[in-house]
């Protein structure tokens, strides 16, 4: 263990990670060498593993520090396999780290957690999903983050360049609802198996929240969603978009009950986040002046039906629902992990 | 109690710097662009001012697949052999 000095007073420790420059501006848990090596244990890991490689800045992720990370973050020894699954999405070569981890956009890292493991370790999928009260998920994004600052030199100011940020950057995380799912959960319909479980990191600018308490078809809910991501503020025009959407609970009813599938609501928004390159010159999203043709040629936000990702999360009532707007495909893709503990149950 | 340092250094891997240019007069320019929205002609302008004020020519441009990328080895590796003097840009 990197152990490098010494206090007494768990308040004066507390300060002293803070004088360190090494939280993420709340106190930290001061670590011991028992709790570290809790946390490998769980997960099965020596302190000096390899948990990847952060290509291009020569940052490489041991178990020891991804520990230490989780510890300071709150985590609870049985968090660590899914942190170490993040971290495993985090440095692959897909997710690309280094635009949206260091871009003044200010991405959030956003979990979405899947299987037995979700519901094992108590990560809320129900109400305020994305808020606060419970510790799996405030603590596992925040470990998240913190490995990011402390690990992978991607701190405020320096390699993280963010303009604004958003709160997610403090935490991110939560599990897809996946009793009364109406089709195959997130992590299945990203090629694995129902009995695994899974991280799916996507970078999201801010969230959004579409409302819509009237719709009774999919059809205008989902329009109200094609509107929210084909705003003419939208991040990147240059390629085309990823994105993660999260149905709450009546939302999800509607879906349901007209039977619609997975690849209905991604062909359906595919079609409708089109947009007159009009609109987008007349925001000088799109440089030149409006030329003939430009009222009626639609400009695609979406590609491919699975750059849709969809999930489900939130409470049973309410009509919310949200967009994570993604970094555009060129940048950056999701990626899913499966979540790997000793003995094999995921 | 201890105070457990959460932090890594890069791994060293051995890398220096080429030696800097005395002047620029007469080098092959080797242009890196990152797909941002004007880097390109960030890059070419100053490669045309390089090249009239300093007789450099442009001998190899790579286009990154984005600025979250870095540059593959192939291209990597023409830049090594062909060229003094490598501009990477971003612009926005």
Known sequence: MSGIDEATDPAALIEAYYDAGWTDGLPVVPPSDASIAAMLAVAGLEGHEELGVIAGRNAVVLAEKAAINAVMAGCRPEYMPVVVAAVKSLCAPAFAYHGPASSTGGSAMALVVNGPAAKRLGINSGNNAFGQGHRPNATIGRAVRLIMMNVMNTRPGLLDRATLGNPGKYSFCFAEHEEDHPWEPLHVSRGLRPEDSAVTLIASNSLYQVYNHLAAEPEPLLYCFADALANVGTSNLLGFNETLIVFAGEHQEVLQKAGWSRLDVQRFLIEHTRRPVADYKRGARLPGEIAPGDETTLRYRFERPEDILIAFAGGRAGSWSACLPGWGTKWTRAVTTRIEIPGGTS | ?92
């Open chain 2, 1 to 92: 109690m201890k105070l457990f340092d959460p932090t890594s250094k890069p791994v060293d891997r051995g890398l220096t710097l080429a030696p800097r240019p005395a002047s620029p007069r007469g080098l092959r320019l080797g242009l890196v662009e990152n797909t941002k929205f004007n880097a390109k002609p960030i890059l070419e302008k100053l490669a045309e001012r390089l090249g009239r004020r300093h007789q450099t020519t442009v001998t190899f441009r790579t286009r990154k697949r984005s600025a979250s990328h870095e540059v593959d080895g192939d291209a990597i590796k023409a830049l090594r052999a062909q060229c003094d003097l490598v501009i990477s840009g971003i612009g926005d």
